[in-house]
């Protein structure tokens, strides 16, 4: 659906890291297919309704009208109700580094907090840390 970007229904807006252009997915959205990179079919996967992802919301084709949409981006997520990071599918690694941050605030010695932070160096290692926009986004 199109809707107006400055009166945009409640939507939770999608940080997340595109991945490779040779590994793609037919996601339906509304019974209509839509080629997306795998990382956005397995977030899909979760069926959180009314998300903004941006493969899907700008117009990919026509590169000025991109342009100019990508522009209007920090305004698409200043309104969003929620911003969801999605930095990829769970693994037992991942899992480790969020109960490793959970347990921090509790941690005093030295030696539990070392191995902590060897437990999210696999988590801080994933490609969406890498991305040009997470700066932006965080700031947003």
Request: some cysteine; charged content about 25%; aromatic content about 10%.
């Amino acid at each position: 659906d199109e809707v107006q970007l400055f009166e945009p229904p409640d939507h939770t807006a999608l940080s997340y890291c595109w991945g490779s252009p040779d590994d793609t997915r037919t996601l339906f959205v509304n019974n209509t297919g839509f080629q997306v990179r795998r990382n956005l079919w397995a977030f899909a996967l979760l069926k959180i309704s009314r998300v903004w992802a941006e493969a899907l919301c700008i117009n990919q084709r026509g590169q000025p009208r991109r342009r100019h949409q990508v522009q209007l981006m920090r305004i698409t997520y200043s309104r969003a109700t929620g911003v969801i990071a999605w930095i990829g599918k769970s693994s037992d690694d991942s899992s480790q580094a969020i109960a490793a941050l959970k347990r921090m605030p509790a941690t005093t010695s030295s030696s539990a907090r070392d191995t902590i932070w060897e437990e999210l160096e696999s988590l801080f290692a994933r490609p969406y840390w890498k991305r040009i926009w997470i700066i932006q986004e965080i700031v947003v």
